[in-house]
């Protein structure tokens, strides 16, 4: 768990949710900005921000073999479509061209 009110901790990316992601495991994250934008709460993963969401994310994960598995290709999809090469190429393909756009006028 990451510290709420912590500045660094704000500043923090979504990488292990892509890592884990990747191999279709589901994650349980501090609800922090990059993990809220990568994580649809009980849908791809998980988001906790004190220790009692902490507790019932790690028990549903544990005990509920179909949510763990769910939630882990929900995970996995998300990577691909977002976060893959593939997803990341393209994005920065639009990027470029609203740079050309922009720098063009």
Do not use: H
Not at 16 to 26: C, M, N, Q, R, W
């Amino acid at each position: 768990p990451l510290e709420m009110d912590n500045v660094f901790c704000q500043a923090k990316s979504e990488i292990k949710f892509v890592e884990a992601g990747a191999l279709g495991v589901p994650v349980i994250a501090s609800r922090v900005g990059p993990y809220c934008e990568a994580i649809a709460d009980g849908v791809n993963g998980f988001l906790a921000s004190n220790e009692k969401e902490w507790v019932t994310a790690l028990c549903s994960a544990i005990e509920d073999d179909a949510l763990r598995a769910r939630t882990g290709k929900a995970a996995q999809l998300t990577v691909r479509d977002k976060y893959s090469p593939a997803a990341r190429t393209s994005d920065l393909r639009q990027l470029l061209v609203q740079l050309e756009n922009e720098l063009g006028k």
